[in-house]
């Protein structure tokens, strides 16, 4: 047979085939150096600047992305596959969800699929759009995140466009031009807006949340952008909450008799949100109520305590961190969520490092010698990541059980 016959009827009865296609951006993510970065365009439409960041966790992006620490950022997640697990309303972070406080942008590897959990109310792409967060898939994200690690992290706009239509030289210049995280104070966009009563306590598989109907004592929460789940465990040892804006005054605070004072995560430069915060909390140190503090609200008490905060190169973001209670010896795995730490060298006479971190050996915990008041730097609370730090909440209503007189508490669980 001759082989051009064969050729040729081959070609008459094989299928045909595209060959492979790019498909058209539409959604980028420009960097202020001018790196341009082209994905599939996912959530909400539009464009706005924001520092881009990574976290290395592997579960809990809807408890990440709707963390209010989180405002005026761009989370770029290592983990491959986001969205398979859905969305619920259970798993929010941020006080008021209709305020919409929480992370801007976010970048995936690969791109959503169907949600697989039964727990799944709403699909992430739907989700994302009603929560207007942009939102850029097909992106090589270790390469990314390499880039952040070497470079610190960068200023940038998202813009997500069906049409895939971009002014590249605009959206350049507009990151280029952006301000930036520094000075800039954002606990007052995601705080409160009056004060309010939380009951809710932590959630238990197959029932949901219990309500706190029979508290011991009292504590009062200044919200820099507060989570649930804090609010939650707090509520859960027997207290109940009242939570009050982040401007709020030692006068608003004490008016309200607490046997306990805590002061929130947030977002922003620690300095910045200090100029009205730290003389409340100077005030209020004096007063020897019991005080605890988490991630920003650790920051601030550093700076009320005479101590500085500066910004970290790629900051911590994640729920695999390592950190030594040198307190107890003891190191524990914790979920992390900052870009400014406190500089331990800044630390007066009086004032104790507690915790550091295994990674870099940055500050994450401090206590006033002589006095009940603590902070750490990381996220006890485990929403999302491990609960080796729950113990922190247990310290905290020892010290409001000790002023009281009272038997303390085991710190851990005994099997712990």
Same mark, same amino acid.
């Given at each position: 047979?001759?082989?051009? *016959?064969? *050729?040729?009827?081959?070609?008459?009865?094989?299928?045909?085939?595209?060959?492979?296609?790019?498909?058209?951006?539409?959604?980028?993510?420009?960097?202020?150096?001018?790196? =341009?970065?082209?994905? !599939?365009? %996912?959530?909400?439409?539009?464009?706005?600047?924001?520092?881009?960041?990574?976290?290395?966790?592997?579960?809990?992006?809807?408890?990440?992305?709707?963390?209010?620490?989180?405002?005026?950022?761009?989370?770029?997640?290592?983990? #491959?596959?986001?969205?398979?697990?859905?969305?619920?309303?259970?798993?929010?972070?941020?006080?008021? $969800?209709?305020?919409?406080?929480?992370?801007?942008?976010?970048? &995936?590897?690969?791109?959503?699929?169907? $949600?697989?959990?039964?727990?799944?109310?709403?699909?992430?792409?739907?989700?994302?759009?009603?929560?207007?967060?942009?939102?850029?898939?097909?992106?090589?994200?270790?390469?990314? *995140?390499?880039?952040?690690?070497? !470079?610190?992290?960068?200023?940038? =706009?998202?813009?997500?466009?069906?049409?895939?239509?971009?002014?590249?030289?605009?959206?350049?210049?507009?990151?280029?031009?952006?301000?930036?995280?520094?000075?800039?104070?954002?606990?007052?966009?995601?705080?409160?807006?009056?004060?309010?009563?939380?009951?809710?306590?932590?959630? =238990?598989?197959?029932?949901?949340?219990?309500?706190?109907?029979?508290?011991?004592?009292?504590?009062?929460?200044?919200?820099?952008?507060? !989570?649930?789940?804090?609010?939650? %465990?707090?509520?859960? %040892?027997?207290? !109940?909450?009242?939570?009050?804006?982040?401007?709020?005054?030692?006068?608003?605070?004490?008016?309200?008799?607490?046997?306990?004072?805590?002061?929130?995560?947030?977002?922003?430069? #620690?300095?910045?949100?200090?100029?009205?915060?730290? #003389?409340?909390?100077?005030?209020?140190?004096?007063?020897?109520?019991?005080?605890?503090?988490?991630?920003?609200?650790?920051?601030?008490?550093?700076?009320?305590?005479?101590?500085?905060?500066?910004?970290?190169?790629?900051?911590?973001?994640?729920?695999?961190?390592?950190?030594?209670?040198?307190?107890?010896?003891?190191?524990?795995?914790?979920?992390?969520?900052?870009?400014?730490?406190?500089?331990?060298?800044?630390?007066?006479?009086?004032?104790?490092?507690?915790?550091?971190?295994?990674?870099?050996?940055?500050?994450?915990? %401090?206590?006033? *010698?002589?006095? $009940?008041?603590?902070?750490?730097?990381?996220?006890?609370?485990?929403?999302?990541?491990?609960?080796?730090?729950?113990?922190?909440?247990?310290?905290? &209503?020892?010290?409001?059980?000790?002023?009281?007189?009272?038997?303390?508490? $085991?710190?851990?669980?005994?099997?712990?």
């Amino acid at each position: 047979m001759n082989p051009s *016959t064969t *050729t040729d009827a081959a070609a008459q009865t094989s299928p045909k085939t595209a060959g492979w296609t790019q498909a058209k951006p539409t959604a980028v993510l420009v960097l202020a150096d001018g790196t =341009v970065i082209e994905g !599939k365009g %996912l959530g909400a439409t539009g464009s706005c600047e924001a520092e881009v960041c990574f976290n290395t966790a592997l579960t809990g992006y809807e408890e990440i992305l709707t963390d209010p620490s989180y405002a005026g950022q761009i989370v770029t997640f290592t983990f #491959p596959h986001i969205g398979n697990v859905g969305t619920n309303k259970e798993d929010i972070e941020d006080l008021t $969800p209709a305020n919409r406080a929480g992370a801007v942008g976010a970048i &995936f590897k690969a791109d959503i699929t169907a $949600p697989s959990s039964y727990r799944a109310a709403d699909n992430l792409d739907h989700w994302l759009k009603a929560r207007g967060i942009i939102a850029l898939a097909g992106v090589d994200t270790r390469a990314l *995140t390499v880039l952040i690690r070497e !470079k610190g992290m960068p200023n940038a =706009v998202i813009a997500h466009d069906p049409d895939g239509k971009f002014d590249i030289p605009a959206l350049k210049a507009r990151a280029a031009a952006w301000h930036g995280l520094l000075d800039l104070d954002l606990a007052k966009d995601v705080t409160s807006g009056q004060s309010s009563v939380w009951t809710e306590k932590p959630w =238990v598989w197959n029932e949901g949340f219990a309500e706190q109907s029979a508290p011991e004592f009292h504590v009062v929460a200044i919200d820099y952008g507060i !989570k649930r789940n804090i609010l939650r %465990l707090i509520a859960g %040892l027997g207290a !109940k909450v009242t939570i009050l804006p982040a401007t709020a005054t030692a006068d608003d605070v004490l008016a309200h008799q607490p046997d306990g004072i805590f002061l929130s995560n947030g977002p922003g430069d #620690p300095a910045a949100t200090g100029k009205y915060a730290v #003389p409340a909390i100077k005030q209020l140190i004096e007063t020897e109520i019991p005080m605890f503090g988490i991630c920003l609200g650790h920051q601030m008490l550093a700076l009320a305590l005479g101590g500085d905060t500066q910004k970290m190169h790629q900051g911590h973001h994640g729920a695999n961190h390592p950190v030594r209670d040198d307190t107890t010896g003891k190191v524990e795995i914790v979920s992390m969520n900052h870009g400014f730490a406190v500089d331990t060298k800044s630390l007066p006479a009086g004032v104790e490092e507690t915790h550091v971190s295994l990674f870099d050996g940055s500050n994450c915990g %401090l206590r006033v *010698t002589g006095r $009940p008041i603590f902070s750490v730097q990381h996220h006890p609370e485990a929403s999302p990541g491990p609960q080796d730090s729950h113990y922190l909440f247990r310290r905290f &209503f020892n010290l409001i059980r000790a002023r009281k007189g009272l038997e303390p508490l $085991p710190e851990r669980d005994q099997a712990a």
